[in-house]
């Protein structure tokens, strides 16, 4: 569906060039700016390329060996993917997410190093939603009986993959990885590395806003308007 409105998108304002690209992802898989720079300014190897970003799964000290990656760099994710105009336009390409090149390119396709994919990340508040709206199974939220310690501990669960051994299993330190990885991998967002304190679960910190979602899950068990959660943060955040 995506993709259908992209192309009637360029149809109707023209001016797409065939080398133009198309840059196919889910929003939480980011390219780097660097490596955004440089698909903006350099021909690509390729009609279609991929990614090779990397998996924290939720805190930046760790890297996940995921199930798709780069050809042959197993700590990195082969998302988003990475069209050049004019094979979708030919209809080699229908333009979507692909995790795998192989069945266009075997074991051999070009990808751009650099980004990253935070999946797994601590915010309880999208925890919960994620939980709550997932197609691939059913979750439900508890509203009474919590105290901020338990949210504390319910985030920090959440970011050090407690219960979750498969996926720990598969995790290395950052300091472990060999001269590969060197010099681009990891790559923190801009937006994140400047303003950490604004998001702490992704630095294994209890983040503050924890006793607001307090507070609403109390009012929500109690039947009670929860409008004026604003007043029950006890550490201001900076914009």
Partial sequence: MGVAHVKY???????????D?????????????????????????????????????GTLDRVF???????DLEYTFALPTIYRWDGILKGDFKGGRMFSL?????????YVQGGLHMTNIGFLPHALLKDLTGTE??????????????LDRAQLDISGLTNKELLSE????????????????????????????????WYSNPDPRNQALLYVLKMLATGKDYKAVHFFV???ISP
């Fill in 9 to 19: 998108w360029a149809q109707q304002a023209g001016g797409f060039g065939t080398h």
């Fill in 21 to 57: 690209l198309l840059i196919s992802g889910n929003v939480d898989e980011l390219i780097s700016r660097e490596t955004i720079q440089k698909l903006r300014w350099c021909e690509i190897a390729d009609t279609v390329i991929s990614s090779a970003t990397w998996m924290p799964l």
């Fill in 65 to 71: 060996r995921t199930d798709w990656p780069a050809v």
């Fill in 102 to 110: 192989e069945e266009f390119r075997g074991w051999e396709w070009k």
């Fill in 137 to 150: 199974y059913k979750g439900e939220i508890l509203l009474d009986n919590h105290t901020l310690h338990m």
């Fill in 170 to 201: 598969r995790t290395s330190s950052l300091n472990t990885l060999d001269e590969r990885y060197q010099g681009w991998l990891p790559y923190t967002p801009w937006f994140l590395a400047c303003n950490q304190k604004r998001y702490p679960y």
């Fill in 234 to 236: 006890e550490q201001p």
